[in-house]
Nanobody, 122 residues
Framework: QVQLVESGGGLVQAGGSLRLSCAAS????????MGWFRQAPGKERKLVAA????????SYTDSVKGRFTISRSNAKNTVFLQMNSLKPEDTAVYYC???????????????WGQGTQVTVSS
C-alpha cells in the first residue's frame, strides 16, 4: 500500500502563488502515476493535473492551463503542483492521488491523500 500526505495549502490573495507537495511512502518502488484533484463546496471532485511516472505524459484541466505546473521527484517520492495567478474559483480542497497507470478520472486512482485546503481571496 502507498500512503500520501499533502502539504502547502493555505490562504492567498488573488494573483498570488502556492506550491503544493505530496510525499509518498510505502510501496514507492512501484512506478506510480500521480494526479492532483480538487473539490470545491457543493461540487464533484475533479482532475487538476496528472503526470506519469516518467513525466512524459502530463494532463491539465483547461481552467488551469498556463497557470499551474505539475512535476515530480521520483528520487524523493514527491509530486508538486505549482499554482500561479490564483483565482477565487481555484478555492477547494486539493487531493493527491496515485495509481499504477496514469488517468484523468477519480475512479482510476487507488490511493489518496487526506487533502489540503487552498483558499483564494478576492
Amino acid at each position: 500500500q502507498v500512503q500520501l500526505v499533502e502539504s502547502g495549502g493555505g490562504l492567498v490573495q488573488a494573483g498570488g502563488s502556492l506550491r503544493l507537495s505530496c510525499a509518498a511512502s510505502g510501496r514507492t518502488s512501484t512506478s506510480y502515476a500521480m494526479g492532483w484533484f480538487r473539490q470545491a463546496p457543493g461540487k464533484e471532485r475533479k482532475l487538476v493535473a496528472a503526470i506519469s511516472w516518467s513525466g512524459s505524459t502530463i494532463s491539465y484541466t483547461d481552467s488551469v492551463k498556463g497557470r499551474f505546473t505539475i512535476s515530480r521527484s521520483n528520487a524523493k517520492n514527491t509530486v508538486f503542483l505549482q499554482m500561479n495567478s490564483l483565482k477565487p474559483e481555484d478555492t477547494a480542497v486539493y487531493y493527491c492521488a496515485a495509481d499504477t497507470v496514469v488517468g484523468t478520472k477519480v475512479s482510476e486512482y487507488a490511493y489518496w491523500g487526506q487533502g489540503t485546503q487552498v483558499t483564494v481571496s478576492s
